[in-house]
């Protein structure tokens, strides 16, 4: 028996689309190592114009795409980058930029909406003089939409605000698009135009775009060249790609025009969970796809909430010691909401009368220990 399973964990999880599976079964694919993959090419071509930058490099996640991005901007160890102290470079991927790249992060606090304060950029800045104490400054990354914010946009101002502090100062700019067509979307401003000021940007196609695999980075030319050796460095260097690019191309031509709708339906999810009573949520605070939700009621915790959810197929991750994270795709209908809201509720109740059993869900802690 199929089961309609209402899957909010993340916009990571959805299936490839018929039209996907069709394009990559029919795709014309070479090995990419050697450049000449065709469906590869074309499809970095059209990302790269699409984002207003010379070129692109498809590679096999938004961690890698960052990680080759940071590495190679920060070409010379010991270079300090400025991050957002809740991004998810500094947060949710290993400390690769330490680890493997002798990258030394420098944090600004992340202000609710994802921004970080300009004066404390400034302020973070090292001063040059002094390099034989500091590391030296090369980078500020930002991150568009912010996860841990909420999916909140950064405008176009801001980030050419950011942008031009990065040239005043000689350094490049990193934007971590992983959702930067959702931003695009909400904010009413082509991506392109949203993206200008930066060096490089890192886009998820396996996100809200609903690609089953892959991300791209886009930059100049010569970027691009240091970012490929980095891919293959890395061991991402992948032979016949153009199976991935063609459902990328797919979820692209898509996906972008569904954006809003993902964003209105997270909008409504977010007006229903405020009439739950040992909820709060502020949902005029929900500008993409993702919805943030506090548990009132000591009695009720985030993880037993997801467990009771999951008893009833609606899956979502705890997203901290009181909060509950629903994300939006677009394989979610508007029913998908209305049942998950009657589940909360439902579940609500339930976890307040007691003795509801959990032991026996073997899947709950897997499927809801982990969430970014
Ligand atoms: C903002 C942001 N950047 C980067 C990533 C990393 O992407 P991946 O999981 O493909 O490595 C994620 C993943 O959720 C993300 O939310």
Redesign the pocket.
């Known amino acids: 028996m199929v089961t309609n399973v209402v899957d909010l964990r993340?916009d990571?999880v959805t299936k490839p689309s018929d039209a996907m599976r069709a394009a990559m079964a029919a795709a014309d694919v070479d090995d990419d190592v050697l450049g000449a993959d065709p469906t590869a090419r074309r499809f970095e071509a059209e990302m790269a114009a699409l984002l207003g930058k010379e070129a692109a490099l498809f590679v096999p996640?938004?961690?890698?795409?960052?990680l080759v991005s940071v590495l190679a901007h920060c070409d010379v160890r010991g270079s300090e980058v400025i991050l957002g102290d809740a991004s998810?470079?500094h947060v949710?991927?290993n400390g690769g930029i330490s680890t493997l790249g002798g990258v030394h992060p420098r944090t600004v606090p992340n202000n609710p909406d994802g921004t970080m304060d300009l004066a404390r950029i400034v302020d973070a800045i090292r001063n040059p003089d002094g390099a034989l104490l500091y590391p030296t400054t090369r980078l500020i990354c930002l991150?568009n939409t912010h996860?841990n914010s909420g999916g909140k946009c950064l405008s176009v101002e801001y980030t050419d605000k950011v942008g031009e502090i990065a040239v005043n100062h000689g350094l490049k700019l990193h934007i971590?698009g992983?959702?930067i067509f959702n931003a695009s979307v909400a904010l009413g401003v082509p991506v392109h135009r949203l993206v200008k000021a930066a060096d490089s940007v890192?886009v998820?196609l396996?996100?809200g775009l609903g690609a089953p695999i892959g991300?791209v980075v886009v930059g100049s030319e010569a970027f691009i060249d240091k970012a490929r050796i980095l891919r293959k460095t890395l061991g991402g260097g992948m032979r016949q790609v153009g199976v991935l690019c063609a459902a990328a191309y797919v979820a692209v031509r898509d996906t972008v025009g569904k954006l809003a709708d993902d964003h209105r339906k997270a909008k409504a999810l977010a007006e229903g969970l405020k009439k739950i009573k040992q909820l709060t949520v502020d949902s005029s605070s929900v500008e993409t796809n993702m919805v943030f939700f506090d548990i009132v009621d000591p009695r009720i915790s985030p993880s037993k909430l997801c467990q009771v959810l999951e008893q009833r197929n609606v899956l979502a991750m705890p997203a901290s010691s009181k909060s509950v994270r629903f994300v939006i795709h677009y394989q979610i209908s508007d029913s998908d909401v209305q049942y998950a809201l009657t589940c909360v509720e439902k579940a609500v109740e339930e976890l307040l009368k007691g003795g509801t059993k959990l032991e026996h869900l073997t899947n709950g802690t897997a499927k809801n220990s982990y969430w970014?």
Do not use: L, P, Q, V
């Open positions: 993340s990571t996640s938004g961690t890698m795409a960052n998810h470079i949710y991927e991150e996860a971590d992983a959702r890192s998820c396996s996100k991300s970014h």
